[in-house]
């Protein structure tokens, strides 16, 4: 008797730490949209630095003064950008709404060169982390920036927008570097785009993709998927 007593004692007790264990904890789930299109929020990405030898002069313009060619985005097929720009600025990549202006500085003594890669996000600085006051900028595809000697380069990057309905901007909105994007429909989309040429002339195409993913929500088609690898 005394035994089987202890024998309950013992399976109580083991039940009881049993019983007791805590539950798992549940992942939060991501929300992939946030931030594209007029989804709410800061776009979900992974923090971006520069390079430690390389700053910024002065501040990314999103435009340039009194150069602003007005375009109706419901209608506008193109040619991108719709900025006139001075000789200075050395263009890199394809965009469309989103242009920016950046001088890049470094102070090496010899010529430098460092990569912008494809999937990088740039937000407008009055952008307060819920609703942008003007387009988010996405660049499609990584770019190599040249820097002479001890120099400065004045770079035009032209992104692709990521929120339809909003400003697209101008000289006197500034933006700054963002995350790069996890947003997996616009992972798809960069990955085919990575081994392609700068799509020079299917800016609008493919602008109207990246809004088929933002701003109506929806996955890439077979026929999109067909149309981006038949790029050269």
């Known amino acids: ?41 800061y776009p979900v990405g992974l923090p971006y630095s520069l390079p430690s030898n390389i700053e910024i002069k002065g501040e990314i313009q999103g435009g340039m003064p009194g150069r602003l060619v007005q375009i109706d985005k419901t209608s506008y097929t193109g040619p991108f950008p719709g900025f006139e720009q001075s000789r200075n600025w050395v263009t890199y990549g394809t965009g469309t709404y989103v242009n920016l202006y950046v001088k890049f500085f470094s102070p090496f003594a010899n010529a430098t060169s460092f990569a912008l890669p494809g999937g990088l996000i740039f937000c407008d600085t009055q952008d307060n982390d819920s609703v942008p006051l003007f387009q988010r900028g996405l660049l499609l595809q990584t770019v190599t920036i040249n820097i002479p000697a001890m120099d400065t380069a004045f770079v035009h990057l032209p992104c692709y927008c990521l929120n339809k309905t909003f400003p697209i901007p101008n000289f006197d909105v ?59």
């Open 174 to 232: 500034v933006y700054y570097i963002g995350p790069i994007t996890m947003n997996p429909q616009l992972n798809q989309l960069i990955s085919i785009m990575s081994t392609k040429q700068y799509p020079i002339g299917e800016e609008s195409t493919l602008q109207g993709i990246i809004w088929h993913i933002t701003d109506d929500g929806l996955n890439l088609t077979s026929a999109e998927i067909q149309y981006l690898n038949s790029l050269p």
């Open 1 to 41: 008797m005394l035994l089987l007593a202890i024998a309950f004692i013992f399976n109580a007790c083991k039940k009881e730490s049993v019983d007791q264990k805590p539950l798992p904890e549940e992942k939060p789930t991501i929300n992939y949209n946030q931030g594209l299109g007029n989804n709410p929020g």
